[in-house]
């Protein structure tokens, strides 16, 4: 299948939601639904594939090794990108005592052809270490590798391009965080006059540390990219305890924005960046601008959550 239409994002559309308080205050709300590009792969797990998926191919690589814990988004993103490319691909996990049938995330990476590997924690530790990558190139030899979470140069690049199907102008966007490599795509790439907000879904995490090197790696230059990085809004207060951490609160959210609003959301990322902004919007500094939301997507794995613990949070309508 070609590149273009492998990594087409036309289905996701700008969904633009009227929540009474804030159109009130003349504040409008567009919502990028990037969890509408495919129905199981994250949204944005697409975007930070597709340079990395490029490069493979043009270095004729013989395959793609990259690394995910047990409900990695970014495992069967990549399991899906390869078996669609006829690339062969291994993912390597954490955790030696897991196996393919553990959990329905992997079993479906392995159907689709990803040969899993279980790495123990400590090995597994290593994962972004120059030393221990050469180590599993020895057993795959000429293989692409990409970093958990699609989290390089690659993937930045890969998430610049949402600016382009943005037809507005934006005031101010949010985006929630995990590796960093959305937002710094986001933030790197944002028309000078958009403020970005970033929500962190990782407890103790060190945004600015992060976003900066990773743009390093894009600006080359320390005082740019300490620039840029100065420029981002962190909002640290809304990971509710911590990576996949939520509680009867945020899954109310999640109820009420699928039914009052027909946003479908996630409790690991985008329902705590949602949330978090609109107690940020509740600050009258924000009136009579337009605000825009990123939905990087994540459906699939909250709805596994959600059968796990026998609870419902995109209830069928009509
Ligand atoms: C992976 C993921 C994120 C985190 O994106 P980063 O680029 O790692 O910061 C956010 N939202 C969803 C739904 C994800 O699957």
Same mark, same amino acid.
């Given at each position: 299948?070609?590149?273009? @239409? #492998?990594?087409?994002?036309?289905?996701s559309i700008l969904q633009?939601? &009227?929540?009474?308080?804030?159109?009130?205050?003349?504040?409008?709300?567009l919502v990028k639904r990037d969890? !509408?590009?495919?129905?199981?792969?994250?949204g944005?797990?697409?975007? =930070?594939?597709?340079?990395? !998926?490029?490069? %493979? *191919?043009?270095?004729?690589?013989?395959?793609?090794?990259?690394?995910?814990?047990?409900?990695?988004?970014?495992? /069967?993103?990549?399991?899906? %990108?390869?078996?669609?490319? /006829?690339?062969?691909?291994?993912?390597?996990?954490?955790?030696?005592? #897991?196996?393919?049938? %553990?959990?329905?995330?992997?079993?479906?990476? @392995?159907?689709?052809?990803?040969?899993?590997?279980? !790495?123990?924690?400590?090995?597994? %530790?290593?994962?972004?270490?120059?030393?221990?990558?050469?180590?599993?190139?020895?057993?795959?030899?000429?293989?692409?590798?990409?970093?958990?979470?699609?989290?390089?140069?690659?993937?930045?690049?890969?998430?610049?391009?949402i600016?382009?199907e943005i037809?507005?102008?934006?005031?101010?966007a949010?985006?929630?965080?995990?590796?960093?490599?959305?937002?710094?795509?986001?933030?790197? @790439?944002?028309? @000078?006059?958009?403020? !970005?907000?970033?929500?962190? /879904?990782?407890?103790?995490?060190?945004? *600015?540390?992060? *976003?900066?090197?990773?743009?390093?790696?894009?600006?080359?230059?320390?005082?740019?990219?300490?620039?840029?990085?100065?420029?981002?809004?962190? $909002?640290? +207060?809304? $990971?509710?305890?911590?990576?996949?951490?939520?509680?009867?609160?945020?899954?109310?959210?999640?109820?009420?924005?699928?039914?009052?609003? +027909?946003?479908? #959301?996630?409790?690991?990322?985008?329902?705590?960046?949602?949330?978090?902004?609109? &107690?940020?919007?509740?600050?009258? +500094?924000?009136?009579?601008?337009? /605000?825009m939301f990123y939905h990087s997507?994540?459906? &699939?794995?909250?709805?596994?959550?959600? &059968?796990?613990?026998?609870?419902?949070?995109?209830?069928? =309508?009509?």
């Open positions: 299948m070609a590149q273009s @239409a #492998l990594f087409s994002t036309e289905k633009e939601i &009227q929540i009474p308080r804030l159109s009130a205050r003349g504040i409008r709300i969890d !509408l590009i495919h129905p199981v792969v994250s944005n797990k697409w975007r =930070k594939l597709k340079y990395n !998926l490029e490069q %493979a *191919m043009h270095k004729k690589s013989a395959g793609i090794f990259t690394f995910g814990g047990a409900f990695s988004n970014h495992l /069967v993103a990549t399991a899906h %990108a390869c078996q669609q490319a /006829v690339i062969p691909c291994v993912g390597f996990v954490r955790g030696d005592e #897991l196996s393919s049938d %553990a959990n329905e995330t992997l079993q479906m990476c @392995a159907d689709l052809g990803m040969q899993l590997r279980f !790495l123990s924690r400590a090995s597994y %530790a290593m994962r972004n270490d120059k030393q221990y990558i050469d180590s599993l190139r020895q057993e795959y030899p000429a293989y692409y590798s990409i970093p958990e979470g699609g989290a390089n140069y690659y993937g930045l690049i890969g998430c610049q391009e600016w382009g037809p507005y102008k934006i005031d101010h949010f985006v929630a965080q995990g590796t960093t490599t959305t937002s710094c795509g986001l933030l790197s @790439a944002k028309p @000078a006059a958009t403020r !970005l907000h970033v929500i962190p /879904v990782l407890k103790g995490f060190d945004a *600015m540390r992060e *976003m900066t090197s990773l743009l390093r790696w894009f600006y080359m230059d320390d005082e740019i990219t300490h620039e840029v990085v100065g420029e981002a809004v962190i $909002h640290s +207060d809304y $990971h509710f305890g911590g990576y996949a951490q939520y509680d009867r609160e945020l899954v109310q959210f999640m109820h009420e924005m699928h039914s009052e609003y +027909d946003v479908p #959301l996630d409790p690991i990322y985008t329902a705590k960046a949602f949330y978090g902004m609109l &107690q940020v919007l509740a600050a009258p +500094d924000y009136d009579n601008q337009t /605000v997507g994540g459906l &699939q794995g909250g709805a596994r959550i959600a &059968q796990r613990e026998g609870l419902e949070w995109y209830p069928s =309508k009509g």
